[in-house]
């Protein structure tokens, strides 16, 4: 311990005094100044350190090693030195000046001890503070806390980064203002503040913002933000976040609060890492124990058997499938061989050969005997059982019993050649009936031919009686054998109508059998529609005006000539307007609409689900489809008639029509004559509303220029115009044309 004395109380002895008082090892005896207000004499009371006027008593103090003159007055040493028996070493002028520099080193170097004591301390209580926090947050709370205290900063934050979105969220701050809470999470901008802070690696110090562009940002300087500190949060070179330190005034930051600063980071690393890690853990932990839940679940809710063995083929699990279907506790098998469980006790050696040879052991039958002896079949599937390093451990196997199923398949097998047995005696009497079946329909297709030929002989053999008939019936009502009376007349006139509808009936059947002998040919040829059309209008209109039925016509403007047989068609138009006609009260309606459809048409569409896919190039003919519908608003049609009526010999049933002559052969012959064009008929009705007949041919059609693509072709009612002359062009009886 040294003793000094001090000879001055100005400020040099006020700032000698100032350095010596606290330094160890060293102590004050006392300093002396005649001004006893010197401010050096004032500290020295102060710090209770001994002070006098006269220099010559501070010096009879004993044991002073050193007298240090700060007076700059040489007068004071050399009497100093005068006085005997005074061992003191003198320090004067220069020699003072450099005790002054050596004692301000000093000075420092224990202000830096002193200030790396205080860090150690702050981060020696901060990591305690940090191993008993259990939440990150509030570790990450405290160093924001210790570090904004350490550097006497007003605000601070820590913000961690997630690298694969590039984004950043504050998980603690301290010193900002809720609005500044509320943007918690933002995008690492290119070129911004972030990225530089993160690409740097290292403490970013800004004194003032505002003189730097790059961290002049307007929610900072909202915030009055004016100069920061921001350290980069390394993980084995990962930044996991960002602590970042805050004053609301320019200000530098000196090297060693950077440095503490960064050991603070350390800390705040740390802690994220160890976050980080635990929860993985405990991710790992939840996934572990839900999957040895979802295990033990399997084990215990299988219905199969699952048996699991060591390594020396002692069971070591044994699941409640296992117990319902073997009749053993699990308790009974425990350390028991798996091999005394086996119907035959070498099986399972052979089972393990074989598993040890493949790999696996996958559907292998065998036979497991139950507790009450009974044998239980199995499908077996036995693999190695292998710990978390990969070393075999054991086996696990998994058995269905398929007893059950065995017998199943017995009884199936069983089954199946029984029913071989049957289908063969069945195909033996199948292979005979077909042979009496073929000779059956030759000999119904000779009684047909035969059937056809008879008809077609006695249909030519009564048309030239019948055309008689219908030719002096004529001449009998023209007068020309004189005149007749009413009665004679109305008896002529049913003579004449009776027989030309006899002669009709005669020419369907005669058609239709033609049709069934494959003879009736199409003579296609191109002709006027709307000059067809007319044509059997014409021919049709006594009928509607006799009844009271009116005519409507509707001719679509882009058709004007056709590819067909123009006989078979006019017959095909008369059948289903006469028909119409025939069903339609007085004062009804029957209108006539013909139509081109297009490809994309809603009727094409329509004739696709009939099934009708017409193919026009076999005639050279552009590809085009038409469509005619006659509709009128007769009594209709049930819908489980619709088909009956397009049959030979059949009629609806019903009141109205049965009061109608016919033998229901009009609507199948329309409809074989259709299906012979290549075409499809079909009916639309609703009993009481009304019907409506509708055909589609393919056909090639001409396109004229037209302004519209519908003519309305109106025609006042039937009863209003005066019949027509029966053309004679139509009223030929030969085979092919229009028969009326």
Known sequence: MKRIAIIGGGKGGYALLTLLKDIPDIEVAGIADKDEDA?????????????TKDYNELLKTKDIDIVINVTGSGDISKEIRKKRGLKAEIVEGVSAKLVWDLLNQLKAEQDEIQRNLAESKELYNIGVALASAHHLEDVLDAIVKKSTEFVNAPAGSIALYDAGVGELTIAASKGFSPKFLEINRWKVRPNGMTAHILGARKPVAVSDIKKEPLFNNPIMLEQGVRALIAIPLLANSRIVGILYIDDFKPRRFTSNEISFLSLLGTQATFAIEKHQLLKELKDKNDALLEAKDYLKNVLNDSADIIITTDTDGRIVEFNKGAERILGYRRDEVIGRPAAELYGNRDERNKIISKMERDGGVSNYGAQLAAK??????ISLTLSGLHNGAGKVIGTVGISKDITEEKKIRQEIDKKSRELKEINDRLEERILERTIELEKVNKKLEGSNKAKNQFIANMSHELRTPLNSII????????????????????????????GKHLLQLINNILDIAKI??????????????????????????????????????KL??????????GIKFKQILYNLLSNAIKFTPGDGKVALVAEKISEAGSSQFAAGRLGFQPDNNARG?????????VTDTGIGIRPEDADKIFEEFEQVDGSYSRRHEGLG???????????LHGGVIWVESQPGKGSAFSFILPAAVSVPAAPSPFIPLQTPAAH??????????VRGTGGGGLSL
Do not use: W
């Open 556 to 565: 679509d403007a882009r058709v004007s000539e056709i590819t067909a047989d």
């Open 665 to 675: 052969l009009g609507l199948a012959l329309t409809k074989r004559l259709v299906e």
């Open 720 to 729: 209003q115009l005066p019949p027509p002359p029966l053309s004679p062009s």
């Open 471 to 498: 030719g002096f019936s004529e001449i009998l009502l023209t007068d020309t054998f004189g005149g007749l009376n009413e009665k004679q007349t109305r008896h002529a006139n049913n003579i004449l109508t009776s």
């Open 372 to 377: 009450n002896g009974r044998m239980v079949d």
């Open 39 to 51: 401010p050096g004499i004032k500290l020295a009371r102060h710090s209770n350190i001994f002070t």
């Open 621 to 629: 003919g552009a590809p085009c489809l038409l469509k005619i519908s």
């Open 516 to 553: 069934e002998a494959g003879k009736m040919t199409l003579d296609y040829s191109n002709f006027s529609l709307p000059g067809i059309i007319d044509e059997v209008m014409g021919i049709v209109q006594p009928l509607a005006a006799k009844k009271g039925v009116a005519l409507d016509i």
